[in-house]
């Protein structure tokens, strides 16, 4: 029924605005008594062989929602209700910021793909916070946090760290965002010695935290194998807990969209089927480098069931969705977790 009646629908409008249409229909709908435990009954599949443990956290299953998604915290309380058993929110910079000017985010339907250029727009940490607080649910929250666009990368730290402390009694895991490609040089974040002062800067407060709270990485699927081998040893090196492999690309390589079309884009980061193999690659490299030991959510080019399996052999320990959930519906995330039943 979505790929048939509703996606040709909403297709016809801006993916930005669809985006906040969708939203806010859903909470108009959820807001109706009975109408959550319903989707909830259709979408989620409960197994005990689906739950997994992961950095001291217990997922119900392996399927999540991707950054990005639910930039401010606003509808993840309904978005459980999708089966997904864990939402990541943001990415949160310490001052709340507009983002990039529209359009800003664009489909490639030929190539199942997106391309975006939304730059950080939310509503701040401190918001953001306010709300995880009043709106708790049993499904885990990990808190995307990353730079102000105006904050220079030498004084970057101090946004991480902020933003840290602000989300740190409201999430139960934290992502370091030093790959999106649409916050000009903030993937040089993701060097040696940057890096280095961000992973220093957060162990230092986590050590001074009652709770430890896992902190995992996002990496960017442009990175060459020596940057992740640097970034391997840098989680070794600071006991961070994971990676999230991966972020969008710059790439343009080998897309069926039109390149008059892909010109017209212009710049942002690529998502969805395009970059399936290169996150698979990344997540396989990874897992081999670490002897499997190292926590890994995949994330990147899963449009379909045989996707999710495809990461999670390659070595991911959980999967993410973002760009699938806008061409497969949310029937995609039941579909996944039965086909893992399945193997
Ligand atoms: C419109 C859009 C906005 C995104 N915003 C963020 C973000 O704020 N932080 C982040 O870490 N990733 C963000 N992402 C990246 C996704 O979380 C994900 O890593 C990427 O899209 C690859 O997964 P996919 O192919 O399933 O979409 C965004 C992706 C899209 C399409």
Known sequence: MYKRIIRPLLFLLNPETVHHLVVALIRIFFAIPLVKPLVNSIFSVREKKLNREVFGLTFENPVGLAAGFDKNATFYRQFAAFGFSFIEVGTATPVGQPGNDRPRSFRLPRDGALINRMGFNNHGAERIAKRLSKGRTNMIIGGNIGKNTITPNESAVDDYADAFLTLYDHVDYFVVNVSCPNISDLSHLQD?????????????????????????????????????????????????????????????EGLSTAPEKIEKIGRGGLSGLPIRERSTEIIRYIASKTDGKLPIIGVGGILSADDALEKLRAGATLVQIYTGFIYEGPGLVKKINKTILRH
């Open 192 to 252: 040696r010695d940057q890096l280095a002062g961000i992973f220093l800067r957060l162990s230092s407060i986590r050590a001074e935290m009652l709770r430890k709270k896992p902190i995992l990485v996002k990496i960017s699927p442009d990175l060459n194998w020596e940057q992740i081998d640097d970034v391997l040893e840098l989680v070794d090196e600071f006991n961070m807990d994971g990676i999230v492999a991966t972020n969008t690309t710059i790439a343009r």
